[in-house]
């Protein structure tokens, strides 16, 4: 585990314990996305790589409140300040990912990417839907990502877990096969 991931955890787990108890991870989540959009604009790196030469958070503090501030919330500008204060904001990425994470887990979501060389067609992508429904034990989004490299077959990422069926994997496991 990373230092980062590490700082990052308690401050996840509060907002998301706070969110859940107002009945409001949604909204959470929202503001979440528009920090995150906020910290991959280039002035927002330049603030970063600053961080480390003046110790001082204020100046990333202001960047985000001044852009995003009109769509966030009393609460989540004080979790923010919060974080400053600590000096934490660096974490603010690894903050966002779990965040995310310990949603999914509470709702049992889990977003699957397929890439594929071709679109599935709609019976393919309900068989998918299901099969991995039955296997993780929650509800299944899939993102469908186009991959014309693999010629044929899928690859599925769901969680940690990568299903390899491209013609590929197939081609290779049939060679070490041979060889051995």
Same mark, same amino acid.
Request: proline fraction near 4%; charged fraction near 35%; charge should be negative.
């Given at each position: 585990m990373s230092e980062m991931t590490e700082v990052a955890q308690p401050y996840a787990k509060a907002a998301f314990d706070f969110a859940k108890e107002s009945n409001c991870l949604d909204d959470w989540q929202r503001m979440f996305a528009i920090i995150e959009m906020v910290l991959e #604009?280039?002035?927002?790196?330049?603030? &970063?790589? =600053? /961080? =480390?030469?003046?110790?001082?958070? #204020?100046?990333?503090?202001? &960047?985000? /409140? !001044?852009?995003?501030g009109e769509w966030l919330?009393?609460? %989540?500008?004080? %979790? &923010?300040k919060v974080m400053a204060e600590n000096q934490?904001?660096?974490?603010? !990425?690894?903050?966002?990912?779990? %965040? $995310?994470?310990?949603?999914?887990?509470?709702e049992q979501v889990m977003t699957v990417t397929v890439w594929a060389s071709e679109p599935l067609d709609?019976? #393919?992508?309900? $068989? &998918?839907?299901?099969? /991995?429904?039955?296997?993780?034990?929650? !509800?299944?989004?899939?993102?469908?990502?186009?991959?014309? !490299?693999?010629?044929g077959g899928v690859v599925i990422k769901a969680g940690e877990t990568v299903y390899d069926g491209s013609i590929q994997a197939n081609i290779d496991r049939l060679s070490t096969d041979l060889h051995v």
């Open positions: #604009q280039p002035k927002a790196a330049m603030v &970063l790589d =600053d /961080l =480390d030469e003046n110790g001082s958070e #204020q100046p990333l503090l202001d &960047l985000i /409140l !001044s852009a995003a919330d009393k609460y %989540f500008e004080n %979790f &923010l934490r904001l660096k974490a603010l !990425s690894d903050v966002i990912d779990q %965040f $995310r994470k310990m949603k999914a887990d509470y709609q019976e #393919q992508l309900e $068989r &998918l839907t299901e099969a /991995l429904k039955r296997k993780h034990g929650k !509800s299944i989004t899939l993102e469908q990502q186009l991959d014309p !490299s693999l010629v």
